[in-house]
């Protein structure tokens, strides 16, 4: 898609009900969809990474009727019932690949190969094939240890122990589900929680999820599902794009609601905090078993830097990108560290995020495991692309709105992937993207 330039704006003001998440999106429609009954499933999020994981199920031999953004009715096959082509393709998302992996490998079938985009075909998956194949299932990886997948199913599982070398929800979500099918009891250690939709997806539908410690298990082999009938709360990933927009333009403030606040997503609020945003928050009625509520932000002139440590970085992984613009108006040098896991996102977002700041005027350096940005000049403006990335599409058109200069943000449409009404959402809040 061409370039969409996005000027500066004085202030943004007004209310949003941000879109439906996207991980949860994922995760009810695999789960309904190998339930023993039709699930509703309320606002699912209609996007290009979610179309692509209800084409997969489809694909797979399972009902659904209804549209994305409204509702879908999805009649599960059961746990063991899924009949895949020979061959799904999985578009630009990694959740899919690599939870739906998890599921395939417990299905009777002879193989099926799994592949996505350019994007995703470069991202890491002996992280799932390893442990898996300690399980007992068939599946390999390309020689990189990349996509294309080839997984076979039928394959005895026997529980395992895990270690995760770092915090990841999409290999630990997939273990649990592989552990479904496993007999024995499937262990994840995670060296710092990541976040817990799959094991709260999981106990909503009749699974005991085990929690010992630091690691969280389940005990196979389950004989079925039944996900109830679920709305899709609102997305903290896309909220966020706005909470950073407001807290630089919002006046008299920008409000969100309806927002998931999985305290496995929301580690941002603590960094913006830190560096002296106040941000309201008012909590709601929880939504499919989720912590949900509004956020309101306004306008603060007095930015600090802060540094950003490992620990929290698996609860703001996504959000990380926007940092920088935080840090770009802020006093001081802001660092985030034990962030290496961004380079294998859906572009390498240390070395995309880095060139897109500098590109902007912004003094920001490349870390091995993260970046640093020297803050107070603010954003000059001028030119960026998202690399067909969706988290520095919104980024670009983030900074557009702050900068000096506007900015023209190349391949804005990336957008699409999580959330196609980005720039008419910006404009509700009197940001007119041309
Ligand atoms: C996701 C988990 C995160 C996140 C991704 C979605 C999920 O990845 O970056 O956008 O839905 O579980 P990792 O858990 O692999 O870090």
Redesign the pocket.
Known sequence: MAAVRVAPVTLLRGTLQVPPD??LT?RAIMLAGVSGREVRVGRPLDSADTGATLQALEDCGVAVTGHLGDAVRITGRGLRGLRPPPALDCANA??LMRLFSGILVGQRIDHVVLDGDESLRGRPMTRIARPLRAMGAQIFTAPGGTPPLVVSGGAPLRGIEHHLEVA????K?CLLLAGLFAEGTTWVHEPVP??D?TERMLEASGVSVLREGGAVGVAGPVEGLALPDMEVPGDFSSAAAHLVAGALLGDPEVRLEGVNLNPGRTGLLAVMRRMGVEIREEPGAPVAGEPCGTLSVSRTDDLRATEVAPHEV?SM??ELPLVGLLAARASGTTVVRGAA?LRV?ESDRIASVVRALRGLGVDAQEREDGFAVAGGAGIRGGSMDSVGDHRLAMLGAVAGLVSREGVSVGDFGAVAVSYPGFARDLAALGAVPA
């Open positions: 996207k991980s994922h990694g959740t990841s929800a999409q290999v979500s990541s976040r939709h698996p992984i996504d896991e996102k």
